[in-house]
């Protein structure tokens, strides 16, 4: 439409005529004289708009104009969508990389068989990657005397916190920080999103917490109860037994010295009463592990070995560089737990003759393996079960990796590695 213009005002000034028109200066038109030159003439041509061309013209003025201002319009609005898109997209990404954070906390959590130190460990260093700026950001988790850090942590005046409850007790904090100044936001530099996320992780960090302290208990008072059990077999069954076998023995004298012929029964009798005070030793002495306090794992070990040997009738070898003994008396427990369920394993499923309990030691890390030469099951293969799930509970719960499989030469192995720390001597000593 500009074009059509121009052509019939002959060649006015494209820029002056834009000016004019679009500051709504009114000019006539009739009276504009335009001035063409061919070679060295000069021509003249004057330029006549009769009253029938100036209605039309008017009008298609006022129809540019409103079409140019609608295009100012639309432009500043999709300006307008522009901007929303891109905050949207913004803010859509900084959410995703919340969810993503949750979910690394969750699996590290749920899916692998490790201590809690090692969970607070590596949720401290998964937190940085979730904030708005995580090039430039350190994390703290505080649980009373525990603090774990991020490895470029520094105190700032950009901080973010939350506190940790447990059982409705504060009994820590998770602190956020940025290591340099980034313009204000909901909270300071940090996104209002940010602060609904701090508090999950503190919440998620409080409840992992009680759990894993939960879980403690209920083995702790499961073992006490077994202890109580065994002590109370040992103690009180046991005596008794002793106490009917010596009155079984007695009378079984006085019926041989008067020639009776139930002398011969009573005598089987006691024989009976004193095999089951041998089994009933033995239940105790597996839920009770006495000499586990008194000596250490390794005495333990070796009454365990006389007893399968004597029970089943399959050779038990506890083999080892140095006695292993632990500042932690519930670690021997558990660690002794998981020898004896890898024994059971290998008796019950495995229909082995043979069983090998050995520990080794290097720099720290002792590493226990049960190996055995019977067959081997799917229940193995399959990793499930209720003992072998008792097993990596038990390591779970002392920091423990344990692996569960079948040998390549028949049978299976269980291999389980933790840290233990020396003492003074060089031995490893327990509470």
């Known amino acids: 439409m500009l074009k059509k213009i121009l052509l019939m005002t002959g060649k006015v000034n494209s820029i002056d005529f834009c000016f004019k028109l679009n500051y709504g200066i ?11 030159t061919s070679g060295s003439h000069d021509n003249r041509q004057n330029v006549r708009l009769d009253k029938r061309s100036k209605a039309p013209l008017s009008s298609q003025l006022v129809l540019l104009r409103r079409e140019i201002a609608q295009l100012m319009v639309s432009e500043r609005k999709n300006k307008r ?6 905050k949207k997209t913004h803010a859509l990404g900084e959410r995703v990389k919340e969810l993503n954070c949750l979910y690394a906390i969750s699996n590290l959590v749920e899916k692998h068989p490790i201590s809690l130190d090692i969970i607070l460990r590596g ?8 904030w708005q700026y995580p090039e430039i950001t350190c994390a703290r988790i ?5 603090i774990y850090e991020t490895a470029n942590f520094t105190e700032t005046p950009w901080r973010q916190s939350a506190n940790i409850f447990i059982h409705r007790v504060k009994e820590g904090f998770l602190d956020v920080y940025y290591l340099e100044e980034r313009p204000k936001s909901g909270e300071g530099p940090f996104l209002k999103e940010e602060r609904s996320l701090i508090n999950a992780i503190a919440k998620r960090i409080g409840e992992i917490i ?20 065994g002590q109370d077999l040992h103690d009180s069954l046991c005596q008794q037994l002793t106490g009917v076998a010596f009155l079984g023995k007695v009378l079984q004298q006085k019926m041989k010295k008067k020639s009776f012929e139930e002398a011969s029964s009573a005598g089987e009798m006691v024989s009976l009463i004193d095999e089951a005070i041998t089994q009933t030793k033995g239940i105790a002495r ?39 003994l632990f500042y932690d008396n519930m670690v021997a427990i558990h660690i002794y737990r ?6 059971n394993n290998a008796v019950k499923h495995g229909k082995a003759t043979k069983i090998v309990i050995k520990f080794t030691n290097n720099n720290g890390i002792s590493v226990l393996t049960v190996k055995n030469n019977g067959r081997s099951t799917s229940v193995v293969e399959e990793n499930v079960g209720m003992g072998i799930s008792i097993m990596k509970h038990r390591a779970n719960m002392i920091g423990a ?13 269980v291999k389980c590695s933790f840290e233990n720390n020396q003492g003074d001597e060089g031995a490893y000593k327990y509470e």
């Open 338 to 343: 998981i020898i004896q369920e890898a024994v």
């Open 81 to 86: 969508i522009k901007e929303m898109l891109q």
């Open 142 to 146: 505080s649980i009373g005397h525990q």
């Open 401 to 413: 990796s344990i692996d569960i499989k079948n040998r390549l030469e028949g049978g299976t192995i």
């Open 210 to 229: 009680e759990r894993r302290r939960l879980e403690k208990q209920v083995l702790e008072i499961s073992e006490r109860e077994q202890q109580r059990i």
């Open 123 to 130: 949720i401290v260093d998964i937190i940085p990657s979730a």
């Open 26 to 36: 009114c000019f006539n038109m009739s009276g504009f004289k335009g001035k063409t």
């Open 286 to 324: 597996g839920l009770y592990p006495v000499k586990l306090e008194a000596n250490g794992l390794m005495a333990a070990l070796s009454e365990l070995s006389r007893n399968v040997e004597k029970m089943f009738g399959i050779r038990c070898i506890v083999e080892y560089d140095k006695p292993v």
